[in-house]
């Protein structure tokens, strides 16, 4: 059974998606001042924009196929 047969059939999400989620939950959390990290810091290297960016794809991929 492939991987994506695996998840669909256990109704998971794949590691990729869960570490995403995670990202964008610490994102917010360390915008929000909920988490003690400095934000000039942690917008230094982008990863703030790239996760945004991955995340609009996902959804745009998850409208797509719910559509068809």
């Known amino acids: 059974m492939t991987y994506a047969a695996r998840l669909q059939y256990l109704e998971l999400q794949s590691l ?6 995670q990202d964008l939950i610490m994102c917010y959390k360390i915008v929000r001042g909920m988490v003690d ?32």
């Open 16 to 21: 990729e998606r869960r570490r995403l989620n």
């Open 37 to 68: 990290v400095n934000l000039s810091d942690f917008l230094h290297c982008l990863v703030l924009v790239l996760h945004v960016a991955i995340a609009i794809r996902l959804v745009f991929t998850t409208v797509v196929s719910m559509l068809v």
